[in-house]
């Protein structure tokens, strides 16, 4: 087997691991949906550190990240939360633009590749 | 040659094998542009399947799937088509998210890579 | 160490190099902000090709690239710049959809994978 899939469900996985690589879904929040772009993103956070680890990785691997927002005016609160999570002097590349996402619940998805 | 391109064109090639990934363009309707969601995204997804066959992959080896569709709430008829497609037990991470597409005839836009 | 980073900034790194591939963050112009879709396209480019210099790769290395216009009507000026600097008979995968940026200033972004 030279791919491994976590959390596999019919539409996706959470993670797919293959090639030294680990690549994530986009998450968005479950129990903060609703909630404020800060605590979004802490959840969100949360999740991927939880899935790195079932992939054998950590967020000072990261190598890739695409963040969306529902509004960009959240660009500010989403940082506040990133900044302080993000692994300094490990950071990976980063691009984040504004998209309606799945349900008007959620503010936030940040969708992330790692190395293992 | 480290790096094999697949329908190389001068503005993009359709497909990047490199590295034991394939790397496949965003790919959106031809024939059924302008027709339903459903329509293009079960076009788009065929297309996939010969990109990746020409690459020497197949879906059950996606690692990771961005959806973009010029309006949310076709959400359901695109999920509709691509739960039929999507290779149970070895679906792709995955993220889906709302934008305007290069032009008002195409409503889905799949971009997605493999392990070869 | 197995992954070295380039322009390590607190929240994001300019380039992260891992696994034979260099990965940028989405570029958008500096001194152009503001100005043309040609003018921020061009230096938009001629970061990418910076960076992919850093990394020690370059644009006939490309592998797969997307681009975010904030308003999809500068889809024909992005490509006309985009299309004199693409390197013809390599390029990568695409993807260009529509995304409000981190700011009105910025009419485009581009984030690109290469190999190295």
């Known amino acids: 087997m ?3 899939r976590i959390g596999v469900g019919p539409r996706m ?11 994530l879904a986009g998450q968005v929040a479950d129990k903060a949906a609703g909630g ?12 991927i550190d939880e899935l790195l680890a079932q992939a054998g ?4 691997r990261l190598l890739s990240v ?4 529902s509004d960009m005016s ?6 506040s939360v990133w900044d302080g999570w993000a692994p300094q002097g490990n950071t990976p590349a980063r691009a984040t633009v ?9 503010a936030v998805e940040i969708m992330a590749t790692a190395l293992v």
Chains 1, 2, 3 share one sequence.
């Open 2 to 4: 030279d791919i491994k």
């Open 13 to 23: 996985s959470k993670a797919v691991v293959a090639n030294g690589m680990v690549f």
């Open 36 to 47: 404020s772009v800060a605590e979004q993103t802490k959840e969100i956070l949360a999740t």
């Open 57 to 60: 990785s950590n967020k000072t």
């Open 66 to 69: 695409n963040i969306w927002l």
């Open 74 to 79: 959240a660009f500010a609160e989403m940082n």
């Open 98 to 106: 504004e998209a309606k996402l799945a349900g008007p619940q959620y």
